[in-house]
């Protein structure tokens, strides 16, 4: 049983034969992944996408990239959007200045929303960060425990990953953790165990053995197993973990644990 965390299902590199890639993740035993909406669009085509499949579900908002278009119009949507049974996180937002796509302070505004909005409706928050750890270290403290997040496809610095777990964040790892130069051994092994998830963050940065190829959900076993070597743990403890921490972190049932109504009537 594995979770992927974060995926990107409506990309176009894998829109077009997204049964089939759904389908291969199954037969890897990846029964659970999130789609992540990224911008106005996308984040319609991923509610609607996760409405077609059992065990797939949605985040909605606007990526850092694109942050000036994170209109009130926009968060109007958002809003809606969050009321439906198959939307169960807010974002991706955040910061990135590495490529500087949208203005900083465009950025930072809508980043702050996206927290705001989280705190307000009861979600957690999808949060891409990428060369500007001081200022995402300052938005998460400005907003405290009201809401909580994830740090996905974690790349950051210590300062920022000490943060995100003093305030009860999770932090998320992709298959950038089978790469040779990955060198932030220490920091996998820093994060408790039940604040720890993985994702293929597909169609991007495919795993080792994968390396070159274009990633999907079925190749999060991959990340599962590069973990589980930092870590020092075995696979099947690292994959029953991360995917009930994934379930608990979106506020979906543990398949792992029967539910009431299960138990009741076993």
């Not at 973990?241 to 049932?253: E, G, K, M, Q």
Request: aromatic letters at 8%; glycine letters at 8%.
């Amino acid at each position: 049983m594995l979770f992927d965390s974060h995926c990107h299902l409506t990309d176009e590199r894998l829109a077009a034969e997204v049964d089939v890639v759904v389908g291969r993740a199954r037969e890897a035993g990846v029964d659970r992944m999130v789609t992540i909406g990224a911008d106005p669009e996308d984040m319609e085509a991923a509610a609607a996408l996760a409405s077609r499949f059992d065990g797939v579900w949605a985040s909605v908002g606007v990526h850092p990239h694109v942050a000036d278009r994170a209109t009130a119009d926009v968060f109007d949507r958002i809003v809606e959007l969050a009321g439906r049974v198959e939307v169960v996180a807010l974002g991706e937002t955040g910061l990135d200045y590495y490529y500087d796509n949208a203005p900083r302070e465009a950025q930072r505004r809508a980043f702050v929303r996206h927290l705001e909005l989280g705190a307000e409706l009861g979600l957690p928050v999808v949060v891409h960060t990428r060369s500007a750890d001081e200022d995402t270290i300052a938005v998460l403290r400005g907003a405290g425990k009201a809401v909580q997040g994830v740090l996905h496809c974690f790349t950051g610095g210590w300062e920022l990953l000490e943060t995100a777990l003093d305030l009860d964040w999770y932090v998320s790892f992709s298959g950038v953790v089978t790469f040779k130069n990955f060198g932030a051994e220490e920091m996998v092994r820093a994060v408790p165990p039940d604040r720890l998830l993985i994702e293929t963050d597909s169609p991007y940065l495919a795993p080792v053995p994968m390396r070159g190829r274009r990633n999907e959900p079925a190749f999060v076993r991959h990340v599962a197993e590069g973990v589980a070597r930092i870590r020092g743990e075995s696979f099947e403890a690292v994959a029953a973990r991360t995917s009930a921490n994934a379930a608990r972190f979106y506020r979906l049932p543990d398949p792992a644990r029967p539910t009431a109504s299960a138990a009741s009537a076993a």
